[in-house]
Every structure is written in structure tokens, then in C-alpha cells.
């Protein structure tokens, strides 16, 4: 699962001339959580997964605050990894599906 999010870096970069630009650069930065048999991972990444990989995307129609995802990552904490009832697959699912917004499948 990954939620990903645009910002602008604190300090921008100067230029050659030592100038910064007028406008800065947004960055997109990915968390990439993965559910298993050994718990919640995540990460962050500087480039999003491989289409390869994607099973679907949603665009929210708000961005989701770092307190919603943990509300939400909160609501299933007790929750253990079952492979017929509770994988990775249901973990993605639930909480992409707590947040209202168009969602896009891939396979």
C-alpha cells in the first residue's frame, strides 16, 4: 500500500549564481506500508511501485492528514495476519476503502 504526498522542501537549492527560484520545486514522496505474517512495515520512498506491482490507485478526494491514516491504522492495530482470512490483500483493501475518492483498478 502507498500513500503518497506533494511538498515543497524547507530549503530550496541555489543556483550557479547562488539565487534560489522564485518558485520552488514540490517533491512526491511515497510511504510504502506492506502487511504480513511478521506485522506492519513501511518505508519511505522516493518513486512510486512499478505498474507491475499495482492493483489499484485512488485519487481521495481530500488529502488523507497523517492523523486520519493513523486513526485508520489504529482501527485494525489488534488485528493479526491470517492467510484465509486477513492477508495483505484485506489490509490494502480496508483502508483504501476509508476514504472517499475515485479509485482506479489495474488488474
Same mark, same amino acid.
Given at each position: 500500500?502507498?500513500?503518497? #504526498?506533494?511538498?515543497?522542501?524547507?530549503?530550496?537549492?541555489?543556483?550557479? +549564481?547562488?539565487? #534560489?527560484?522564485? !518558485?520552488?520545486?514540490?517533491?512526491?514522496?511515497? /510511504? #510504502?506500508?506492506?502487511?504480513?505474517?511478521?506485522?506492519? +512495515? =513501511?518505508?519511505?520512498?522516493?518513486?512510486? !511501485?512499478?505498474? +507491475?506491482?499495482?492493483?489499484?490507485?485512488?485519487? =481521495?478526494?481530500? &488529502?488523507? #492528514?497523517?492523523?486520519? /491514516?493513523?486513526?485508520? !491504522?489504529?482501527?485494525?492495530?489488534?488485528?493479526? =495476519?491470517? &492467510?484465509?482470512?486477513?492477508?495483505?490483500?484485506? =489490509?490494502?483493501?480496508?483502508?483504501?476503502?476509508?476514504? &472517499?475518492?475515485?479509485?482506479?483498478?489495474?488488474?
Amino acid at each position: 500500500l502507498l500513500y503518497q #504526498r506533494t511538498e515543497v522542501p524547507e530549503s530550496s537549492v541555489e543556483d550557479a +549564481a547562488g539565487r #534560489r527560484p522564485v !518558485l520552488p520545486q514540490k517533491v512526491r514522496r511515497q /510511504l #510504502r506500508l506492506d502487511w504480513g505474517k511478521d506485522g506492519l +512495515a =513501511f518505508m519511505e520512498q522516493d518513486s512510486r !511501485l512499478s505498474d +507491475a506491482l499495482l492493483v489499484q490507485s485512488k485519487v =481521495f478526494d481530500q &488529502p488523507l #492528514r497523517p492523523t486520519e /491514516l493513523l486513526e485508520h !491504522l489504529t482501527e485494525v492495530q489488534d488485528r493479526c =495476519f491470517d &492467510p484465509d482470512e486477513w492477508t495483505s490483500y484485506n =489490509f490494502g483493501y480496508h483502508l483504501i476503502g476509508r476514504a &472517499p475518492g475515485k479509485a482506479y483498478d489495474y488488474r
